[in-house]
């Protein structure tokens, strides 16, 4: 009896010390949820066409995004007969003449991608606003989103790119440097889109052709470009620390017309913003903090605005008109002092002192005057009879 009693307390300490370890294993075993960044609806949205790109070819959009004049620029330039056949050296040189930012330089080999982002110029701009004031969020939902479409077996590493997980992040690489594919997916690919309020972008660079398979798995790869240069991947994504990294000496090659810069991680250049407003304050104070918008002056004939130039695009006339400039009193000049000119004095002489006219001799009756000084040419004869008086010429 009292060995029963005995085998039956040991069997409840062994079953309670079993219990807990077996719900302990089982909660450790269980896969990690994937909880959606808060407030990231909109960037979600927005990031959803190009989140599941190549990491190299990711950082080219996003930096060449906070450029979007000089992308339309770019898209137009290529689209001219002389340049839309080029490539390899001949189109490196052709790039180096050009004041564009390597970020745009280098997505020049991917004429589709330039494409969409000149024809969809609000979802750029949306994007590149969105990099420069939180860039750190913009990574993090990009992480987010390839996390939701690994989830659903959606990404995974194909012929064309190779997918890894790094330190906590879902890298995306290209299977060969050299040869490099542009996919296309579908909102698809990320399952149950968390945001039902806010749905994904439907964007796509490539469409299937007539005889391609029509997205596979909600998947298409285009055509590979061939890169027979490596600066073309000048930068990578620092996951952990949210920058991109660049290479100086690629980012150098594509960027003559700039000093060359000693750090070693992107930074935004005002100076290819050409001009496009920032939309946001924080952005105006930290890009622009001398800057004084002067009003758009439109041209007119006859009270009608003039045909617009060619260099026109709707990118600049879009924009919200900048405020007023400050008027400011025009500074008093020094008025110049006029020389007087001093005018000599006239010094006044005293007159001359008259001298007394002698008086003439009374002339008697019958005496002749006294003769005149003889003037050359001309001389006096004393009259005499039956000869006149008078001068007479010289012969």
Known sequence: MRNMALRAVAAALALALVVPAA????E???PAAVVPAPDSAPLASILAPVALYPDPLLTNILAASTYPLEVVDADRWLAE????????????AQLQQKD???????????????????????WTQQLGNAFLSQQ?????????????????????????????????????EPANPEQVSVPSYQPAVYGQWPYPDVPPLDLVADEPGLYDAAFDDGWYFGPPVVLVSPIWFWGRCDWQHHRVEIDRERFGQLNPWHPFTASTVWQHDPAHRRGVAYNDL?????????????????PTVNGQPADRPTQYHPLVESRPPPPPAISRPPAPQALPQRVQQVQPQRVQQAPAATQPVPARAPVAPGAHPPSRPVLPGRYEVPSAAGRGSGPIANP
């Not at 390597?102 to 110029?121: A, E, G, H, R, Y």
């Open 81 to 92: 007969p002389g340049h839309a056949g080029l490539a390899g050296d001949a189109l490196l």
């Open 282 to 298: 924080v952005l105006q104070q930290r890009y622009q903090p001398n800057r004084e918008a002067a009003p758009r002056v439109i």
């Open 100 to 122: 564009w930012d390597p970020s745009v330089k280098s997505l020049v080999p991917f004429p589709q991608i330039l494409k969409l982002m000149d024809t969809q110029l609000d």
């Open 23 to 26: 719900g302990q294993a089982q």
């Open 136 to 172: 750190a969020q913009v990574m993090d939902t990009v992480q987010f989103l390839r996390r939701q479409a690994q989830a659903v077996g959606a990404l995974a590493s194909t012929p064309q790119q190779i997918v890894s997980n790094t330190a906590g992040a879902v890298e995306i």
């Open 28 to 30: 450790v075993a269980a």
